[in-house]
């Protein structure tokens, strides 16, 4: 077996932190050990932190609310078009 439920899912909710600087030392490199020999984690973290960067490179971060407002007038106009 692989899996390590317990310590990924502690990882995993540190990662947040982790990005905010909020991590002791000893945190940090716990982390890193893990990630060290856990693939799903260091995915994971890799994931996410890519996705973030380009929220970051796109400029202002897309509000999901405007999307769906404007996605379901869209379904709403085809509706009534039909
Ligand atoms: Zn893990």
Redesign the pocket.
């Known amino acids: 077996m692989t899996?390590?439920p317990y310590?990924?899912?502690a990882?995993?909710n540190k990662l947040d932190a982790l990005r905010r600087g909020e991590l002791t030392h000893d945190e940090i490199s716990t982390m890193q050990a893990?990630?060290e020999?856990?693939?799903?984690?260091?995915s994971?973290e890799r994931y996410e932190r890519a996705f973030l960067a380009r929220l970051k490179a796109m400029g202002s971060p897309p509000c999901p609310e405007a999307l769906r407002t404007r996605v379901s007038a869209a379904l709403a106009r085809s509706a009534h078009e039909a």
């Open positions: 899996d390590l310590e990924c899912e990882v995993l893990h990630m020999v856990c693939q799903r984690c260091l994971i």
